[in-house]
């Protein structure tokens, strides 16, 4: 027997995020600009002293974690549904996913194709970290190295600013779980 509003989702909570065909839609969009070869002379600009056999090999794990990013997405949805979470969760993944969707980011996806969803799928990648530091991992993923592979090719300078986006929408979303349980614990 399910406890009274188990399955009932909080006054306010954002449904589940139905973008993900749009996240598809947008990996495909890109990878027909250009596809591997606009992602090898990115990361041969990124990685000026990499021999030719390692563009190739990074390009390769660049789109494959690109190819991820719906798989990470849909998972986290149903983990955060599962566990009653979207209130808390449903913030970052659609922050996560709206950057996916826009045009025009960090790095465009309209003129830089495959390259251009690396920004997309780190900031994916570093929201899914952050939902993993609570008392019970999240996923359970190592997210590690995608992370960090994902940094090195965007630059420090994208990569901080994705952080920063990250960090504050698991701040803003911390300061209204606090609202919450505050405004829970007095009587009614």
Request: net charge negative; aromatic share 6%; proline share 7%.
């Amino acid at each position: 027997m399910e406890a009274p509003g188990e399955n009932v989702r909080p006054t306010g909570a954002p449904e589940p995020a139905h973008h993900l065909p749009d996240v598809q839609a947008v990996i495909d969009s890109a990878k027909a600009r250009g596809g591997m070869d606009a992602l090898e002379r990115f990361i041969r600009k990124r990685l000026p002293e990499a021999e030719d056999a390692e563009i190739v090999e990074a390009a390769e794990v660049a789109a494959e974690i690109v190819d991820s990013i719906p798989v990470f997405l849909a998972r986290a949805w149903q983990e955060a549904d599962e566990r009653h979470l979207v209130s808390v969760a449903g913030p970052l993944l659609n922050l996560a996913e709206r950057y996916f969707l826009q045009p025009v980011d960090l790095i465009p996806e309209m003129t830089q194709g495959l390259a251009g969803l690396l920004d997309d799928a780190y900031l994916v990648v570093r929201v899914l970290e952050h939902l993993d530091k609570g008392p019970q991992p999240f996923l359970d993923w190592d997210l590690d190295y995608p992370a960090r592979f994902l940094r090195t090719l965007v630059g420090t300078t994208i990569s901080r600013q994705l952080d920063a986006m990250a960090a504050d929408a698991m701040q803003q979303v911390s300061e209204q779980l606090s609202e919450l349980w505050s405004k829970m614990s007095y009587p009614a």
